[in-house]
């Protein structure tokens, strides 16, 4: 049963900016720490950015400065901005849900996944 539906994901050249949007169930939403993360082809999935509920916000070195998570609580939706795209930003991305700022307790949700491929 899916319960967090992702968007937003493509192709785009170096240089370039994609939005990625995570919907939830408001009762997921409203008590769980939301996050990114991405696995490219041959590599394990790693942690790109999440938010608390309190608003706290973390990020993978490799996107800081270029990646802005944000979190809109009327809408019950996640955001991942990503400005100056690199080819190595290039892999599927996957919305996360999950009590604890490093997703350690309670029930865990993920997305689908969306692909992000970026040209150089």
């Known amino acids: 049963q899916v319960q967090l539906v992702e968007s937003g994901g493509g192709l785009v050249q170096a240089g370039g900016s994609l939005r990625l949007s995570c919907a939830a169930p408001r009762a997921i939403f409203s008590i769980n720490t939301m996050g990114w993360y991405r696995q490219a082809p041959g590599k394990q999935r790693e942690l790109v950015s999440a938010i608390t509920t309190g608003g706290s916000r973390n990020y993978a070195d490799s996107v800081k400065d270029r990646f802005t998570i944000s979190r809109d609580n009327a809408q019950n939706t996640v955001y991942l901005q990503m400005n100056n795209l690199k080819p190595e930003d290039t892999a599927v991305y996957y919305c996360?849900?999950?009590?604890?700022?490093?997703?350690?307790?309670?029930?865990?949700?993920w997305g689908q996944g969306t692909q992000v491929t970026v040209s150089s």
């Open positions: 996360r849900a999950r009590r604890g700022t490093f997703f350690t307790s309670g029930p865990d949700y």
